[in-house]
Nanobody
Framework: QVQLVESGGGLVQAGGSLRLSCAAS????????MGWYRQAPGKQRELVAT????????YYSDSVKARFTISRDNAKNTVYLQMSSLKTEDTAVYYC?????????WGQGTQVTVSS
């Protein structure tokens, strides 16, 4: 069973930065695509960014493009999300997701609150 532990959330002022981390453990197989999602109060969960395992192809939603950077350390089975120029609308619970042999595994979520 793959377990994900997220960290790095918190309270930050608009314009500030935060770095989220998500460490995966318990997998006997290589981890495929890793990604970050978020869910704001009263809204559906949305995709923020993903990073593939091989070519390290990255995807960003339009709302975070040029402000957020996703990266991964395969040796540590960890995915990161560097968030800069944060806006109040970035406030949400952020979840990481990894894919292992076509199965999705989710983290428990970490709160990011951006104050004005």
């Amino acid at each position: 069973q793959v377990q994900l532990v997220e960290s790095g959330g918190g309270l930050v002022q608009a314009g500030g930065s935060l770095r989220l981390s998500c460490a995966a453990s318990g997998s006997r197989f290589s981890i495929g695509t890793m990604g970050w999602y978020r869910q704001a109060p009263g809204k559906q969960r949305e995709l923020v960014a993903t990073i593939s395992s091989g070519l390290r192809t990255n995807y960003y939603s339009d709302s975070v493009k040029a402000r957020f950077t996703i990266s991964r350390d395969n040796a540590k089975n960890t995915v990161y999300l560097q968030m800069s120029s944060l806006k109040t609308e970035d406030t949400a619970v952020y979840y990481c997701k990894v894919v292992v042999r076509l199965i999705d595994y989710w983290g428990q979520g970490t709160q990011v609150t951006v104050s004005s």
